[in-house]
T-cell receptor
Framework: DTGVSQDPRHKITKRGQNVTFRCDPI?????LYWYRQTLGQGPEFLTY????????KSRLLSDRFSAERPKGSFSTLEIQRTEQGDSAMYLCASSQNSGRSRFEQFFGPGTRLTVL | GQQVMQIPQYQHVQEGEDFTTYCNSSTTLSNIQWYKQRPGGHPVFLIQ?????EVKKQKRLTFQFGEAKKNSSLHITATQTTDVGTYFCAGPRSKLTFGKGITLSVRP
């Protein structure tokens, strides 16, 4: 399977714990995005990378959230001191950096986080 | 900030009926994209519109970008049960702002 993969697919944690999610993009894609989606809403942009550089971060993202893409390949999203309001589906997407399809984003299956 | 609006959020049609939904932006968009998300699935890219007044077709789906590049429409001819899902418009470019989507259900 050469699509975007995410791990884990489901995560249940207790309030106050830290969690880390991983995303492996399509191999030739330079850009990687993180979104959060709650029931009845569209995906909400969190942050995106071009290669290893984090180009933009949503102003809605608290400092408990951090994302990295150290080698320009896979990325991790960490949430510290989780709160019940962090419960959501966390989606990763990737895209090419050039060409006609450069803005087409390919989404992974998501990681569903439940904070108890 | 930029807002992308899709109203209503739900629509129910009888199989075989046509379906049209609209997307409106508070600002002019350089481009607009449409995604489909099946129940329990993830968003899947359908189309990107770039030019003012652009119309693109994919089988029974017709997408249009408004002349002022502030709205877009999706029309499905003769809906089928496979069309069930939530359709999102989003724009522009890389940092996508998604609408709330419209969830389409089709009665067989």
């Amino acid at each position: 399977d050469t699509g975007v993969s995410q791990d884990p697919r489901h995560k249940i944690t207790k309030r106050g714990q830290n969690v880390t999610f991983r995303c492996d993009p399509i191999s030739e894609h330079n850009r990687l995005y993180w979104y959060r989606q709650t029931l009845g809403q569209g995906p909400e942009f969190l942050t995106y990378f071009q290669n290893e550089a984090q180009l933009e971060k949503s102003r809605l993202l608290s400092d408990r959230f951090s994302a990295e893409r150290p080698k320009g390949s896979f990325s991790t999203l960490e949430i510290q001191r989780t709160e019940q309001g962090d419960s959501a589906m966390y989606l990763c997407a990737s895209s090419q950096n050039s060409g006609r399809s450069r803005f087409e984003q390919f989404f992974g299956p998501g990681t569903r986080l439940t904070v108890l | 900030g930029q807002q992308v609006m899709q109203i209503p959020q739900y629509q129910h049609v009888q199989e075989g009926e046509d379906f049209t939904t609209y997307c409106n932006s508070s600002t002019t968009l350089s481009n607009i994209q449409w995604y489909k998300q099946r129940p329990g699935g993830h968003p899947v890219f359908l189309i990107q519109l770039v030019k003012s007044g652009e119309v693109k077709k994919q089988k029974r789906l017709t997408f249009q970008f408004g002349e002022a590049k502030k709205n877009s429409s999706l029309h499905i001819t003769a809906t089928q049960t496979t069309d069930v899902g939530t359709y999102f418009c989003a724009g522009p470019r890389s940092k996508l702002t998604f609408g709330k989507g419209i969830t389409l259900s089709v009665r067989p």
